[in-house]
């Protein structure tokens, strides 16, 4: 009677456990670092490429993102442009009246005519009941209603670690005053 294979090769049957049980290692490392690299919440991707510098960057023909470690606390004392532009907003947002503000990711801030109508909009679920509140939830709550035709989760939810209620007060005071 013919002996069976494994004991004709004793060993075999081990090693070849041994390298699937590597094999599985290596691919489960893998696809965590491929999965640590698409980061699906824009406003946390690129964490740990980041440069200090006094304009929070946009990559060009990405998303923009603003992340957390590119902007500085602000005390609110700042000129108003440069409260604007080193907390990234300029970034995202355009702002009458400030001129380096051309981004397009969000809204035109032009809340002195929309304030009003997000607070109307049967869809509205905050709890601001004046356009000065609506402004500061949105930055401090964004989610608290998104603006139809744009996303969710895009602007950073972290502004409140950011912006003292000296700057949100300054921010929301210009903003509830831009109309057209
Ligand atoms: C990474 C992009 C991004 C950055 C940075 C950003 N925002 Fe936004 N913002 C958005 C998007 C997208 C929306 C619309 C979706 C929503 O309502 O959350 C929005 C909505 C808003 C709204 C509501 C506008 C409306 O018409 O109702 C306000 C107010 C606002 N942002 C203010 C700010 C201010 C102030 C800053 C800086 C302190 C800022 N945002 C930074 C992307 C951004």
Known sequence: ????????????????????????????????????????????????????????????????????????????????????????????????????ALGREGPRLVLGTNGPLRLADPQYQGTATTVREYIQESILNPGAYVVPGFSDRVMPRWYGTRLNALALDRIAEYLENVKE
């Open 1 to 100: 009677m013919k002996k069976p294979k494994s004991s004709q090769f004793p060993g075999s049957r081990e090693t070849f456990l041994i390298f699937i049980v590597v094999a599985c290692g290596i691919m489960a490392t893998l696809s965590v670092n491929l999965f640590n690299h698409s980061a699906s919440d824009p406003s946390e991707a690129n964490m740990g490429e980041s440069t200090r510098s006094d304009q929070p960057r946009s990559v060009p023909g990405k998303v923009p993102s603003v992340v957390l470690t590119d902007v500085p606390l602000s005390t609110g004392t700042e000129p108003l442009e440069k409260l604007f532009v080193q907390s990234g907003c300029a970034v995202c947002h355009t702002i009458p009246g400030i001129a380096p």
